[in-house]
């Protein structure tokens, strides 16, 4: 635990929370720019409760304020956020209707692709990006 606070001391130096707020904001906003995606999250893994918690959510009107404060169990048997915690490994989905891991949060969904966010080989989250078109991140 000791070693979990140090190094998120390293990564954050001396940003306050509305800072990194502010940085995973932008990170989610750039990367929805770059691939043109519909919906972007970041989830962060909070290891003292074993669970990914929505941290950074845009664009703003789709993800409700109980939505940015969700907690989502990585021993849930369903969902591509949990698989990919537990795998360490990204995970593109072309189709989500067809997925045996997907568990519908947004009804107009239909591909999705999140990726670990991993520093020194460790797992801190992943980065979450859904678009409404099938096949999009191809």
Known sequence: R????????????????????????????????????????????????????????LPEGRATEDQRQERISVNNSKGILPHVVNTGKSYRCNNVLEDEHYFAIHADTRSELIAPLVFNNRLYGAIDLESTQLNWFN
């Open 2 to 57: 000791v070693a979990d606070i140090e190094v998120l001391q390293e990564v954050y130096g001396s940003l306050e929370t509305e800072e990194l707020e502010d940085s995973l904001s932008n990170l989610v906003s750039r990367t929805l720019a770059l691939t043109d995606a519909d919906y972007g999250a970041i989830y962060l893994l909070d290891r003292s409760a074993a669970e990914p918690m929505l941290l950074s959510a």
